[in-house]
């Protein structure tokens, strides 16, 4: 059975986008669904067919809308207002805009109208299944409160998708849902044969080069004021598909390292901000406490219940009259207050160190073992996090992982060595941190004092246990010393 008829795109209406200038999300309901024109403030107008259109119009991708795509980091930088919907919206429109450019310029791949349809459907639901404060909750706490349960928001995108289609009486064949499920995930696992370099475009496991980041770095950029320079179009547009896998010509390639370059900045001034994190601590904490009452970790097995889990779930919290949820009310209301649990240290670690140390030994009660005697420091006052930030592709330079063509050879690919790019590379491509926060501003210092002695001795077990890092000592970051802490070590980088 071929695909319905109601996906053909004849022109039925059409929008010139004055009403809808200046807001991403406006969607006229009376217009008949033949397509619909948007204007967004990253990508301009944007076309959407009829059959993206029956998607966006289903309560389950309604739900984006109250999902903060920058979660905690909208607490420190009040442009980070955007939602889930509209990157959606913005990756479904470059799915299109790649694949249909690839079908033009290289009529030989033979990609159908299915194909096309199939990804830009994959662009749109390829984050159905985010839920409260983006990544947070998968991450940090479904781990929490159901230990051990191998879960990710990729799994509920699949969840989500299914429940949309059938909720919404959407006629698509099984065929095509199990190929925008593979394509949402970036790995073939059905049995019908697909286009390998169909894989790249939306959720690349290869290089990390996909429409996703175009989006999401440009729109993340754009909302907090953060100047990327890198042209994401340009590239889309010097791309080809070369032994099933897509290319780029060899020029851009300074600028595809630029677009690297401007993901690590986000993550490590913005997503990874310290405010931020101290205030995506405490929203974990306040769904933590309030798990018991609220069930919020069995709703990701209910799709009809997911549907309702949102950022509103700490609205849910506070309006709430149930004396069970106090602790989780009282940590919201911290937050609203801006009192805030405090950082406390942070110690950078090379991947030579960070392969020797086990992340079980550095916990809080062992902080707390190295407290002063008159400190009334306690286990639930310390919370360690490690951290990992990278180029996309671990510790390895990403650009190795790129297939790149010459003008005069279109046929053929090549890799490029680091010298291509620039003599300046950087000598590591991830960086592993180590820090610790406090959940009582009062004890910041004590916690710190505690922190340091911890780490002196933790140096002296590293060196024991592993010759190699004898001349090796992790220590703390000079800006990190707080003025009250005296006779701590002076900060400075890690030795090798």
């Keep these: 059975m071929g695909v319905p008829s109601k996906y053909s795109s004849t022109i039925t209406s059409f929008t010139d986008g004055r009403e809808s200038c200046g807001s991403p999300t406006h969607l006229d309901p009376s217009m008949s669904k033949?397509?619909?024109?948007?204007?967004?403030?990253?990508?301009?107008?944007?076309?959407?067919?009829?059959?993206?259109?029956?998607?966006?119009?289903?309560?389950?991708?309604?739900?984006?809308?109250?999902?903060?795509?920058?979660?905690?980091?909208?607490?420190?930088?009040?442009?980070?207002?955007?939602?889930?919907?509209?990157?959606?919206?913005?990756?479904?429109?470059?799915?299109?805009?790649?694949?249909?450019?690839?079908?033009?310029?290289?009529?030989?791949?033979?990609?159908?109208?299915?194909?096309?349809?199939?990804?830009?459907?994959?662009?749109?639901?390829?984050?159905?299944?985010?839920?409260?404060?983006?990544?947070?909750?998968?991450?940090?706490?479904?781990?929490?409160?159901?230990?051990?349960?191998?879960?990710?928001?990729?799994?509920?995108?699949?969840?989500?998708?299914?429940?949309?289609?059938?909720?919404?009486?959407?006629?698509?064949?099984?065929?095509?849902?199990?190929?925008?499920?593979?394509?949402?995930?970036?790995?073939?696992?059905s049995s019908r044969e697909e286009k390998a370099f169909l894989f790249d475009i939306v959720a690349n496991k290869r290089n990390s080069i996909d429409v996703d980041k175009f989006d999401y770095i440009q729109r993340d950029c754009h909302s907090v004021g953060h100047k990327g320079s890198y042209d994401y179009s340009r590239l889309m547009f010097r791309s080809r598909v070369i032994d099933d896998q897509i290319c780029f010509n060899y020029k851009e390639v300074y600028d595809l390292f630029d677009m690297y370059q401007t993901r690590f900045r986000l993550f490590k001034q913005i997503y990874n901000h310290r405010a931020a994190k101290e205030?995506?601590?405490?929203?974990?904490?306040?769904?933590?406490?309030?798990?018991?009452?609220?069930?919020?970790?069995?709703?990701?097995?209910?799709?009809?219940?997911?549907?309702?889990?949102?950022?509103?779930?700490?609205?849910?919290?506070?309006s709430s009259r149930d004396p069970a949820l106090k602790e989780s009310k009282d940590i919201v209301s911290r937050v609203r207050r801006r009192d805030l649990y405090k950082f406390v240290d942070e110690f950078t670690i090379p991947p030579a160190v960070?392969?020797?140390?086990?992340?079980?030994?550095?916990?809080?009660s062992r902080i707390v073992e190295y407290r002063d005697v008159n400190d009334d420091l306690s286990e639930s006052d310390i919370i360690v996090r490690w951290g990992r930030l990278h180029y996309g592709m671990g510790p390895e330079n990403p650009i190795k992982h790129i297939r790149f063509f010459a003008d005069n050879c279109p046929h053929k690919s090549f890799n490029v060595t680091d010298d291509t790019v620039s003599l300046c590379m950087p000598a590591n491509f991830e960086e592993n941190k180590l820090q610790i926060f406090t959940r009582d501003p009062k004890k910041r210092q004590s916690a710190q004092r505690a922190t340091r002695r911890f780490m002196e001795e933790f140096n002296i077990e590293l060196s024991q246990s592993h010759p190699i890092m004898a001349c090796a000592k992790i220590t703390p970051h000079k800006g990190d010393t707080l003025p009250e802490v005296i006779g701590t070590p002076k900060g400075r980088r890690l030795l090798f």
């Design 354 to 364: 960070a392969r020797y140390i086990e992340k079980s030994k550095v916990t809080p």
């Design 34 to 189: 033949g397509y619909k024109h948007i204007y967004d403030p990253i990508h301009g107008y944007i076309k959407l067919d009829s059959y993206v259109i029956d998607f966006i119009d289903t309560p389950q991708f309604q739900r984006l809308r109250d999902l903060k795509q920058l979660g905690s980091a909208y607490f420190v930088f009040p442009g980070a207002s955007h939602n889930r919907f509209e990157h959606s919206i913005g990756v479904s429109h470059l799915s299109n805009k790649m694949v249909q450019q690839l079908k033009s310029h290289q009529p030989e791949l033979g990609i159908s109208d299915r194909d096309v349809r199939c990804i830009t459907l994959a662009g749109l639901c390829h984050d159905l299944g985010h839920g409260p404060f983006s990544h947070v909750f998968d991450r940090d706490f479904i781990p929490c409160v159901r230990p051990g349960y191998k879960w990710e928001h990729e799994n509920a995108s699949e969840m989500m998708l299914e429940y949309l289609i059938d909720d919404n009486n959407i006629d698509i064949e099984k065929d095509d849902i199990n190929f925008i499920k593979d394509l949402i995930v970036g790995t073939k696992r």
């Design 279 to 318: 205030i995506e601590l405490m929203l974990v904490d306040a769904m933590v406490a309030a798990d018991p009452v609220l069930k919020i970790s069995e709703m990701i097995d209910c799709p009809q219940e997911y549907l309702y889990l949102t950022d509103n779930i700490i609205g849910e919290i506070e």
